[in-house]
Nanobody, 123 residues
Framework: QVHVVESGGGLVQPGGSLTLSCAAS????????VGWFRQAPGKEREFVAT????????AYAANVKGRFTISRDNTKNTASLQMISLRPEDTAVYYC????????????????WGQGTQVTVSS
């Protein structure tokens, strides 16, 4: 089992940038696909980005592609989500998740989840 903890959330103005981090413990993160999901108030949890074990394969939701970049550092047992050109509609709780299987955009396939970190985009 792996335990993941998100950090780096906060309040940012529209057009600003923020980088979220996901730190793993318990097992090496390199054994898992890592995904980022988010959930806004009153909405369902939605896929944001995912990265395979090697870090060479990634996938993004259409509404963040070109603005968000997912990466990982297996030597540090961490993953990150760099976000630029943030919009008010990016406001949500962001979750890091680990998947024992293959690259997936489906929340139901992820086995381990963090508690989430709040991102608020507002002027």
């Amino acid at each position: 089992q792996v335990h993941v903890v998100e950090s780096g959330g906060g309040l940012v103005q529209p057009g600003g940038s923020l980088t979220l981090s996901c730190a793993a413990s318990g097992r090496v993160l390199s054994n898992f696909v890592v995904g980022w999901f988010r959930q806004a108030p009153g909405k369902e949890r939605e896929f944001v980005a995912t990265i395979d074990r090697s870090g060479l394969g990634t996938a993004y939701a259409a509404n963040v592609k070109g603005r968000f970049t997912i990466s990982r550092d297996n030597t540090k047992n961490t993953a990150s989500l760099q976000m630029i050109s943030l919009r008010p509609e990016d406001t949500a709780v962001y979750y890091c998740a680990a998947d024992k299987g293959i690259l997936s955009t489906q929340a139901g396939t992820y086995d381990y989840w963090g508690q989430g970190t709040q991102v608020t985009v507002s002027s």
